[in-house]
Each structure stands twice: as C-alpha cells, then as structure tokens.
C-alpha cells in the first residue's frame, strides 16, 4: 500500500478514528506505529470575531506504508488554507508529503454543500462551478509532486439535529432537497473539473456508500447530546477506508 495523506473537515478524522482498529483486522504486519494528536487554536474571522477551531491529525504505519488523516472540523473547500493546515500546527508533519510516490486525497465540500452553497443571500456568493474551481487551484497551487486524487464530499444528511448557532448566516437548517441539489451539482463540477486538469476521476463516495443521501439509520444511534449530528455510524466509515486501502494497496 502506498503513503497516503487524507485532509478534510470532521468526516476525516471519524475516518482516521477507525483506522487502527481496521487495519488491525484486515492487515498483518510486524510492526506498527500510530498517533492521535489534538490541536486547538483561536483566530478573528472577516467580522473579527474570535473563532475557535479544533484540527486532529491521526496517523498509522505499518512495515509498508503510513496513512495520515488531517481532520479540521467545519472547513470549506472554498477557503481552507493549504499553506498552513491547522493555522500551522500540522505543518511541520504534512509539508514534506508532497514528494513523488505519495498520494494526496483533499475530502472537504460537504460543509460547502451544506451551508454556503444554498445560502444564496451570502455577500460575494460564490456558486458550485467557483468552489470547485478554486477548491481544485488550492490544492494544485501547493501539491505539485506526489499524485493528488480528490475524494467526494459525504453525500448530505437527510436529518440534521442542530441548535441556533452564533451567526445566523451560517445556519446550516436548509431543507435536504436544497442541500441535495447544491450537492449533485458540486459533484458534477469536480467530476468535470478534475478531468479538465488532468487529475484522476475523483473517488466516488456515493458507489461507496451505496447511496447519495445520509438517511437517518446510518447515523450513530446512542443519543448525542451535541448541537450537531451529521455523522455516519462505524461501519459506513469502514466501507470508505476499505475501499482506499484496496485501490491503493
């Protein structure tokens, strides 16, 4: 298998939270290192508030390759900042990656397609063509060397548990078929796009799944007491890794 780096928002690092048990069960080596690390840090939005932000990089590695996942919860294929990761916290570890033989796999959109796409009333609204387009720029502007696969964002949930949050505009309580539609266009526009730039047909999360919406029974069943909910139980995050493991291997 190769050397694979996977950066997306939260769904990444669910993915990275199963990994050692996955590999521990459908892989054999003599010898195997893994980490989990936290980072936190605060910075002033375009409004200047102070948000803060929570990055976790989890990592496996075996006698033949190393997986990196470098989850950074809510972030917008449009603006997340390829230069610096967490606001620098993972640089060190993630900048030397891009060297030939590695593999890139970028799994950001579904915050897009969730809140920003549908909120037409956004100032400077961009549309799913313009996020894909710079999505696509961001990633490609910084990672020259190894070979860069884009992964499809998760399909959207039909059901979302959410409270009020503190910015009104960012408010993700958009009906499923709003979300839905924003999402197959994005989609599109990857599929297009990554062809258009030469780079590989994107990893398809919906043939993965076996469906292109979230329904409720794939979701965790034990209550969740957060002010969000729009993540999938254990066994679908294992469909996905399983499938990377054997398209890499």
Not at 15 to 26: K, M, Q, V
Not at 73 to 99: C, H, I, P
Not at 108 to 123: A, S, T, V
Not at 159 to 180: A, C, G, M
Request: proline fraction near 5%; aromatic fraction near 14%.
């Amino acid at each position: 298998m190769a050397n694979i780096l996977i950066l997306g928002d939260s769904h990444t690092t669910k993915l990275g939270y199963i990994s050692e048990d996955w590999f521990r069960a459908n892989t054999k080596s003599e010898k195997i290192v893994t980490g989990n690390s936290h980072f936190h840090s605060q910075i002033k939005d375009e409004n200047n508030y102070t948000v803060f932000m929570k990055d976790t990089l989890v990592s496996y590695e075996n006698d033949k390759s190393k997986m990196f996942f470098s989850g950074h919860s809510g972030r917008s294929a449009y603006s997340y900042d390829f230069v610096n990761f967490a606001s620098g916290t993972q640089k060190d570890m993630l900048e030397k990656w891009d060297v030939e033989g590695n593999i890139f796999i970028p799994w950001l959109g579904y915050i897009d397609c969730r809140n920003h796409l549908p909120n037409k009333d956004l100032p400077n609204y961009a549309t799913p063509k313009d996020v894909v387009k710079q999505y696509i720029k961001n990633v490609t502007d910084n990672f020259k060397n190894c070979q860069i696969v884009f992964m499809e964002p998760v399909p959207q949930f039909i059901t979302i548990v959410t409270s009020d949050w503190r910015f009104p505009h960012l408010d993700p309580n958009f009906d499923f078929e709003l979300r839905h539609e924003e999402y197959l266009e994005f989609i599109k526009e990857l599929r297009i796009q990554c062809a258009e730039n030469g780079l590989p047909e994107p990893i398809n999360t919906s043939d993965i799944l076996g469906t292109d919406m979230i329904e409720s029974w794939m979701q965790p069943k034990k209550p969740i007491n957060r002010f969000l909910n729009d993540h999938m139980s254990q066994e679908h995050y294992k469909k996905i890794l399983a499938h990377i493991y054997n398209v890499f291997k």
